[in-house]
Nanobody
Framework: QVQLVESGGGLVQAGGSLRLSCAASGRAFSTYAMGWFRQAPGKEREFVATINWSGGATDYRNSVKGRFTISRDNAKNTVYLQMNSLKPEDTAVYYC?????????????????WGQGTQVTVSS
């Protein structure tokens, strides 16, 4: 069983930055791929970024490429999402998810464990 706890959300002006963290319990973290997803009010939850078990491979949705960076520290059981040049359309609840497999994935159905989410609000 893996428990995930996100932190780092908040209110920021457009053009600003935030760094989200997701702390995971359990010794299997280093063997899991990880992902970040988000859900804006009235919209479906969508893929944001994913990283493989070692951190050597990543993938992003097109709208955040060049602005967001996903990374992980397996020694600390933590995955991060550095968000720069934030836009009002990035406003959403951001969720961390763990996939019990080593390869990254953008598909929500591949992830077996989810955090409770952290709110990110970008004002214009």
């Amino acid at each position: 069983q893996v428990q995930l706890v996100e932190s780092g959300g908040g209110l920021v002006q457009a053009g600003g930055s935030l760094r989200l963290s997701c702390a995971a319990s359990g010794r299997a973290f280093s063997t899991y791929a990880m992902g970040w997803f988000r859900q804006a009010p009235g919209k479906e939850r969508e893929f944001v970024a994913t990283i493989n078990w070692s951190g050597g491979a990543t993938d992003y949705r097109n709208s955040v490429k060049g602005r967001f960076t996903i990374s992980r520290d397996n020694a600390k059981n933590t995955v991060y999402l550095q968000m720069n040049s934030l836009k009002p359309e990035d406003t959403a609840v951001y969720y961390c998810a763990a996939r019990p497999a080593p390869l990254k994935s953008y598909s929500q159905g591949d992830y077996g464990y989810w955090g409770q989410g952290t709110q990110v609000t970008v004002s214009s």
